[in-house]
């Protein structure tokens, strides 16, 4: 099956994909490629949202109908690293029984660890893109017989892209599609934004939570990335996806926090099979077990303090178990 992926990358001498932004370009990879590439776009995102519905078709339970994932990588992930972390997310959540297609959204990162700014930037500037390309065209194309369940994963800086794309969508006024637009599970993982954007009274994320119906923080004390981005980023705030969200004013009733803290101490050889990266930063993805927690949030069947692989220890305070 394909990889569908949504690239706003632009072109370098060679023709490859590069660390700039660009027009948006709607991708179907080839299962053996292992590089994106501009000959896979396709002419426009009709044709490319077709090819995705049906492919989401050929994968989907006949029971809970399509669901669709749209996942946003992290600060210093080049294409073909983006692509590789898109497929095995697919793979694994496919494996555990939450039947669905990933689209990955590729935006423009400088390469190196160093181009945290550079990055940053572009981060905000390729944002709007994910909701006015990506999420609304699939509220355009629902209807009464394909219903399209669409929620959004996002790593690390991922997550601020996620943060400026719905805060630059509703005040553009460009949100009105079909009446609005929503999501169902929001997650974020490694999250590269300030812990206090979540307090109640902040603005921040109130465009997140106004057009998601769940948001589930994943985040590990043991994060060194998220340490050493604190002071890149000249902001000493600390940032939810190492301490979690603020406990002294309650946050949006939408919110749930799992520490993953625990579970990231008992993995007993924390090395990399199949990713490149911090370790600390992006085990998530190579751990069977935050997959199984991951997929039970997916689906969204059970209540969020009711989930087996979790441990409740507040009122949206979770511990995702060890074992």
Wanted: some cysteine; proline content about 6%; aromatic content about 10%.
């Amino acid at each position: 099956m394909n990889s569908y992926v949504l690239c706003v990358r632009d072109l370098n001498r060679e023709n490859h994909f590069s660390s700039g932004l660009d027009t948006p370009r709607y991708l179907a990879v080839p299962p053996g490629a292992e590089e994106p590439l501009p000959a896979h776009a396709m002419p426009d995102v009709n044709g490319w949202m077709t090819a995705v519905l049906q492919d989401a078709k050929s994968s989907a339970d006949p029971k809970n109908g399509l669901e669709v994932v749209f996942f946003v990588h992290g600060y210093n992930t080049d294409p073909v690293e983006a692509l590789k972390r898109q497929r095995l997310v697919e793979n694994e959540l496919n494996t555990r029984g939450f039947k669905c297609l990933v689209i990955g959204f590729d935006w423009p990162t400088g390469g190196t660890a160093a181009a945290y700014l550079y990055d940053r930037l572009q981060a905000q500037q390729a944002a709007l893109i994910l909701v006015e390309g990506g999420i609304i065209p699939f509220a355009q194309f629902q209807s009464t017989d394909c219903p399209i369940g669409v929620h959004v994963m996002a790593h690390s800086m991922g997550a601020f892209v996620v943060r400026e794309a719905f805060r630059a969508t509703d005040k553009s006024h460009k949100g009105d599609v079909s009446g609005d637009w929503k999501v169902g599970q929001m997650v974020f993982f490694g999250a590269d934004v300030s812990s206090s954007c979540f307090d109640a009274d902040s603005p921040d994320m109130q465009p997140v939570f106004a057009h998601c119906g769940r948001l589930t923080n994943y985040f590990s004390g043991y994060d060194e990335a998220l340490a050493v981005s604190n002071v890149k980023n000249m902001d000493i705030s600390s940032r939810v996806g190492r301490v979690g969200m603020p406990t002294r004013t309650p946050g949006d009733a939408k919110a749930v926090d799992v520490d993953c803290g625990p579970r990231y101490q008992a993995i007993p050889d924390r090395k990399f099979q199949v990713i490149s990266g911090m370790v600390s930063h992006s085990w998530y993805l190579e751990d069977a077990r935050w997959y199984e927690d991951l997929a039970y949030t997916l689906k969204g069947d059970l209540d969020r303090n009711l989930i087996p692989t979790r441990d409740k220890v507040g009122e949206n305070d979770c511990v995702l178990k060890v074992n």
